[in-house]
């Protein structure tokens, strides 16, 4: 079939059969449509979106797929291979010549795409007028149909054609009071279902705070509501499965729900199956690929992937476990941004895999999330005494990418972010290989804000408003000149042991001024090492639920200075030229329960003082607006600079000094102009 463009009414169904990429059968793409009505995106004109499934098939056998869990108690096929399919979403330049040669892969974060917030904000569909094709596709199995989200369709495991059952645990908290909420903490997303024995010997039990004895709740009290989600197409592959408490759920508490299950997933799929459509795009030919430019090469010439949150923390596990190279041994993705994984893997490749659970202090802390290994270099663990690495198996397979690991500075309280970059004690600084850049942007917060304050909602500041999209676009391009042209990017920006900018977290080792009405947190998140009984770490099967505490790793957070704003990170201009102290760490107030522990993934924004008189009255010892800057002008012409400087570091894009510039003129009223 030839690529040529073609549109119709009626759904459209183009088949690529892929004979020598025998991992990735087939592309079904069932619509074709403009992008956003067709609008040119720049110099490179308008694009097309596509729709459709991507179907596997993998060879248990092959050395390349041996770290997948359970794929050899998969179903499979005639010709033994083990099949499986995905939801994917394209975004290609209608006139093939303008896109540039670079996929931009996006791991989608539980059905939905993050870059339009965490990179684009705002900037006018920004990856498309770089000519990159954009592509998303389903990874995850736990998520629910519905609302557009990219599911993956993965095998069950079973032994000999019976199912497995094992012990999984979930965790919940509500924010208001609720009579019942789904065991997977979030929306959208399913559950393994229990057996008759797992529901006859459930433990559920609550408690307020995550430090804090469990108190059982007795059978009877309880029930679990199971149900099955689907769209018009089809339904969830795990039921929706929802916990039932006489006399509702308090807010703030967590519940802990632990039980027999049935019917693992093979999970690890769906890292195959990011490796195997981004390889096809990059090397398949012919009809094997649906991207060709004139004389049959491939369209796709080099890859980046980028992920948010549990997405970056997807690209870490995928390079850790030895994905980027594929089934031929060539490289699979040649740039990534990990952005606010802090310090995390995942509960990616496991029996009974649950990929949606995080780590937080208060919210899912002991969930398989921040564990060793933290750093892309090699490191030692004190508790187990293994040598490891995220990039250890990629070096050694001769595919290790360019790396960028961006963070917030929510993640060194938040997602154990000190950790990618000291030892696992905090004693020392890491050793950070050449292939790797890490840039951290201090007084901000794991999702970007739009700029300007708003209110206080469910913490006791005001959330941290701080927006670092301006410095994603920049890196984006920077990798990307990195990638194909060899340009050394911007130099790494994170605060170090060695300068005395990363700091132990208490009130008195950080520094903390002491602003009259702000109540300093008593608590992070700090990762445990965890006995999850004896067939977790040889063949990633949990038999101990709750794990056992046997250990902690230690974290640190960034310095601050005297207004207590963060020194030795990347600071946007907000912060360089402050009107206020903007926080990594919120904490929860009374309103949704558990009142003064971490507040998941939070920042806080603290205003200064608008004049001498007021900073006197409140005791306030960071000095006023009005002592900072004789007026308005004197304020936006540092700002600026600020810009401006940032922009001749290659940090900042020059494009986005005037929508700075318009976001610097939103403070104007407090200086009474």
């Not at 705002?122 to 990219?150: K, M, N, T």
């Not at 301006?470 to 042209?485: G, H, I, Q, T, Y």
Request: overall charge neutral; charged content about 20%.
């Amino acid at each position: 079939m030839s690529h040529r463009v073609f549109m119709c009414a009626a759904v459209l169904w183009l088949s690529f059969q892929l004979s020598s990429f025998a991992e990735l059968v087939r592309w079904d793409v069932v619509k074709r449509e403009p992008y956003a009505g067709g609008k040119p995106r720049g110099d490179v004109g308008p694009y097309e979106q596509w729709t459709g499934t991507v179907h596997f098939a993998l060879d248990p056998a092959d050395k390349a797929n041996e770290q997948i869990v359970d794929l050899a108690l998969a179903p499979r096929n005639a010709a033994g291979k083990v099949e499986f399919w995905a939801d994917f979403r394209m975004l290609v330049p209608v006139d093939r010549s303008k896109a540039s040669g670079t996929l931009f892969y996006e791991v989608n974060n539980r059905g939905g795409a993050t870059a339009p917030r965490a990179i684009e904000g705002g900037a006018d569909d920004f990856l498309c007028r770089q000519g990159f094709i954009v592509l998303w596709s389903g990874w995850i199995a736990e998520v629910q149909p519905g609302e557009g989200r990219l599911r993956l369709q993965a095998p069950e495991a079973t032994d000999g054609g019976k199912p497995i059952r094992g012990i999984v645990r979930s965790e919940l908290i509500v924010d208001r009071p609720m009579a019942r909420a789904s065991l997977s903490h979030r929306g959208n997303q399913g559950s393994y279902r229990p057996t008759e024995q797992g529901l006859a010997t459930a433990r559920v039990t609550r408690r307020e705070r995550e430090a804090d004895l469990r108190q059982d709740i007795p059978q009877g009290v309880w029930h679990l509501v199971s149900s099955v989600v689907s769209d018009t197409n089809r339904a969830g592959q795990l039921p929706l499965i929802e916990l039932e408490v006489a006399g509702g759920l308090k807010p703030g508490w967590i519940y802990e729900v632990v039980y027999e299950a049935e019917g693992p997933l093979v999970q690890g799929t769906g890292l195959a199956g990011i490796r195997d459509i981004v390889s096809a795009l990059k090397y398949g030919g012919g009809e094997q690929n649906p991207l060709l430019a004139d004389g049959g090469k491939p369209l796709v010439q080099r890859a980046l992937a980028f992920g948010t949150s549990q997405s970056g923390r997807c690209l870490r596990h995928f390079l850790w476990d030895g994905f980027n190279a594929d089934e031929r041994g060539q490289q699979v993705l040649d740039g990534v941004i990990s952005h606010v994984a802090g310090g995390g893997l995942g509960f990616f490749n496991h029996r009974f895999a649950s990929p949606t659970r995080t780590n937080d202090q208060h919210d899912e802390h002991l969930f398989p999330a921040d564990y060793f290994p933290f750093t892309y270099g090699d490191s030692t663990d004190p508790f187990s005494g293994k040598t490891d690495g995220i990039l250890r198996k990629a070096r050694a397979s001769k595919t290790v990418p360019k790396v960028f690991h961006t963070q917030s500075s929510s993640e060194y309280w938040h997602r154990s972010a000190s950790l990618v970059h000291t030892d696992p004690l905090g004693k020392q600084d890491a050793d950070i290989p050449p292939e790797v850049r890490i840039y951290s942007f201090g007084g901000t917060q794991h999702g970007a804000g739009s700029g300007f304050p708003g209110s206080a909602g469910s913490g006791q500041l005001i959330s941290n408003p701080a927006d670092y999209t301006p410095l994603m676009r920049a890196l984006v391009v920077a990798l990307d000149a990195w990638v194909k042209e060899g340009k050394e990017p911007p130099v790494s920006v994170y605060p170090t042991i060695a300068d005395g900018t990363l700091v132990g977290w208490r009130k008195n080792e950080l520094g903390w001024p002491a602003i009259p009405g702000v109540n300093y947190p008593e608590v992070i998140q700090q990762p445990s090492f965890l006995d999850r009984g004896p067939q977790w770490e040889t063949e990633r099967i949990a038999t101990i639920e709750p794990p056992i505490v046997k250990g902690s790793y230690v974290v640190r957070v960034p310095a601050v200075d005297s207004d207590g704003n963060e020194r030795g990170c990347l600071n946007l201009p907000a912060v360089i030229i402050p009107v206020a102290t903007y926080t990594s760490w919120n904490t929860r107030n009374a309103s949704i329960g558990a009142a003064g522990e971490l507040l998941a993934l939070q920042g806080g924004y603290i205003p200064f003082p608008l004049s001498r008189e007021a900073r006197l009255q409140s005791k306030d010892p960071r000095p006023a607006v009005s002592e900072r800057y004789r007026n308005y002008d004197e304020y936006e012409r540092l700002y600026l600079e600020s810009a401006e400087r940032l922009v001749s570091r290659r940090y900042l894009l020059a494009e986005d000094v005037s929508r700075l510039k318009g976001l610097c003129q939103r403070f104007k009223p407090p200086f009474g102009q």
